[in-house]
């Protein structure tokens, strides 16, 4: 599968954005769902993934309360909405995808086979 992360930007502390990540095929509700980011001089880390029905999801604990990580199997494609943002959220966000039932490992970015192109947010103090 192609994944395609979009909506990325800039934003000034305490706004929001929606990250849309579009998947190639039909058949996206057979695949787990991700997204990290990276952000300058740092590793890529974990911000929150989504089960293949929707029903679970993670966050990391710098994000909850304040990200959450829809998922329209029937459009292809999976959001990250972002509230009340921090200049530590700048980075550039990629989504990624693992086919398969079992949900473990899914902060795990070793368990994702496929990665998106990544999209960048800034946020402005």
């Known amino acids: 599968v192609q994944l395609q992360a979009s909506g990325g930007g800039l934003v000034q502390a305490g706004g929001s954005l929606r990250l849309s990540c579009s998947a190639s095929e039909r058949t996206i509700g057979i695949y787990i769902l991700g997204w990290f980011r990276q952000a300058p001089g740092k590793e890529r880390e974990f911000v929150a993934a989504?089960?293949?029905?929707?029903?679970?999801?993670s966050y990391t604990d710098s994000v909850k309360g304040r990200f959450t990580i829809p998922r329209d199997n029937a459009k292809n494609t999976m959001y990250l909405q972002m509230n009340n943002l921090k200049p530590d959220d700048t980075a550039i966000y990629y989504c990624?995808?693992?086919?398969?039932?079992?949900?473990?490992?899914?902060?795990?970015?070793?368990?994702?086979?496929?990665w998106g192109q990544g999209t960048q947010v800034t946020v402005s103090s």
């Open positions: 990624a995808a693992f086919s398969g039932r079992d949900y473990r490992g899914a902060s795990q970015s070793g368990r994702y086979t496929y």
């Open positions: 989504i089960s293949r029905s929707g029903g679970v999801t």
